[in-house]
């Protein structure tokens, strides 16, 4: 059985995934919180499996803190983590990801990554992408990186007649769009479109 | 083709010397005045100690990464001085010891390959020697000790200020009671070719080394220094404790490389780190194998704009063994860049950790920075950690963070043994495989030296 949980924010929870359950977790984050949130997500029963896609949309002085914690405690397990964070302004998004594998989760499959585009000068980033493997037959990889724009990247599509807010946009949908693929639900995905859409022409008359 | 050895015992060996002055266990305030007395040093130096004491007393113990529960402080030598003076030609040091190097090879090295030898033995020099036209070109390459008697100005202007005794506890502990070391200074423009080296051993049950080196590359100058160590197995816990401080100025280079292997008792805790200026360059080559516990992150500044920053490190973690190494790099400055490449390999229940951090400051625009981390496991008992922090207050920067953790493939295995090699040959030949970005940047005879390290560890390791 596969479900798909739509979510606004990163919520504090404890997920246990038991036997052969499939789940999808989709985030679209515009709102900030104080302080730091912390979601676990535990693949008790054999041959679970979690796929979390987070798309992080920072916006004035909010600040976006979570612990996400991965436990593997059954063999044949998958929680694989994809989040992507555009800050403007002095958004902050600082994300932990711990992830576990613990000795009797054989044949488990792990993925952890954070990538960040910081569109302001006071934007910042803080990633910590930790992983803790007890056993070997294991598949287990992270991958973090934090950087603006692309110069060129902006520079070819000005040259091709866009706005500087154009070719912004572009390139931060370019940026979600890697990630959306993953996602099944074509409503979902729209609405995913939509919000980068007008998060960037809120962002150019502020 | 590999060769195997399989013989452990060619570095576990020791040699019976008999120390000239063996501290009583345990660590008070009027052991270090006896310690800086018996070394006439000067008063500044001898309160930078008390100083340091009463903050070692204050700091807690770590209580993050490997167990140090083990440690008993009152169980240790802090202080032993072979010979009275560190003596600078080859036929005055006594024979025990120049045994005891003769097992490690180390003349050869030195007459064939390279220029000098700050040979550490216990807690003090025995041997230096320097080339003679490094010395005119106003090289300094003596034991820390020597450093502060000849060269008090310079000692003091640069002594404590990369890695100050407040920074840990195991720093203030080293600042306290340290002993040995290398003191280097290279002036303007100098360039030293060859790699200058250091042997370090300890050789006397429950003996702390406290070594501390500090190496000052002065502007557009350049050296590799080249840290061995192969230690004696002994019964019962030893505690080495360094500290290593760098200060590379406007347009220099500094690689300081290490290849260790402590034996299976020691704590292995270890504070580096080195302060790069302007368009300088600072690499650190770690290979950490052997050790109880090994926590070691060498470190950069980037200070000054244009600064590079790079640090390799492989470790081995065997048997109940904890590599807890890595790696930290801090941009201060616009246009800097650095590099880290960890790998890691973890055998028969050890356990080996990546431990980074990359921080940018706000201001420190168009950095650059990739971090790499591999983990290899060879089976099912071992386990594998990767701690890396990203800490980015700049917009314009680029950072790349990655890391793969895997086991020794069927696939590669079957196709060796389909090639005639035994299971344990095959397993060696790949992680050999596995190594080798790292080893072949180590100077010839110690690349050589590290494959068959690896090759040690990996016999017995199947079946």
Sequence with gaps: ?206 | MLTQTGDNTAFSFRTKTKSFFTSQKGLNADLIREISRQKSEPEWMLNFRLRAYEIFLTKKMPNWGANLTGIDFDNIHYYVRPQDKAKRSWDDVPPEIKDTFDKLGIPEAERKFLAGTGAQFESEMVYHSLAENLAKQGVIFESTDDGLKNHPELFKKYFGTVVPPGDNKFAALNSAVWSGGSFIYVPKNVHIELPLQAYFRINIENMGQFERTLIIADEGSSIHYVEGCTAPTYSSDSLHSAVVEIIVKKGARVQYTTIQNWSGNVYNLVTKRAMAYENAEMVWLDCNLGSKVTMKYPSIILRERGAKGEIQSLAFASKGQHQDAGGKVIHLAPDTSSTIISKSISKNGGRSTYRGLVKVIKGAKNVKTRVVCDALMLDPASRSDTYPTMDIKEEDVAIAHEATVASIGEDELFYLMSRGLAEEQAATLIVNGFANPIVRQLPMEYAVELNRLLALEMTGSVG
């Design chain 1, 1 to 206: 059985m596969k479900k798909i949980l739509f979510l606004n924010t990163i919520p504090n929870k404890t997920i246990v995934l038991k036997n052969n359950e499939e789940l999808t977790i989709v985030g679209l984050i515009t709102n900030g919180w104080e302080g730091i949130r912390h979601l676990t997500i535990k693949a008790m029963g054999r041959g679970a499996a979690c796929k979390c896609i987070f798309f992080i949309l920072g916006t004035n002085n909010s600040s976006y803190s979570a612990k996400i914690e991965a436990i593997h405690a059954a063999p044949q397990t998958q929680i694989k983590a994809r989040i992507r964070s555009v800050l403007t302004d002095k958004s902050s998004c600082g994300i932990e990801g711990a992830w576990s594998i613990e000795k009797k989760a054989s044949g488990a499959d792990t993925y952890f990554a954070h990538h960040t585009l910081l569109l302001s000068q006071g934007a910042s980033a803080k990633t910590a992408p930790f992983l803790e493997i007890k056993t070997d037959d294991v598949k287990a990889g992270h991958a973090a990186s934090v950087g603006k724009v692309d110069g060129d990247a902006l520079f070819y599509l000005l040259s091709r007649g866009l706005s500087e807010q154009q070719a912004r946009a572009l390139l931060v949908q370019g940026f979600f769009e890697t990630e959306l693929a993953a996602i099944e639900n074509e409503k979902i995905k729209d609405t995913i479109r939509v919000a980068v859409t007008t998060f960037l022409s809120k962002e150019k008359h502020e």
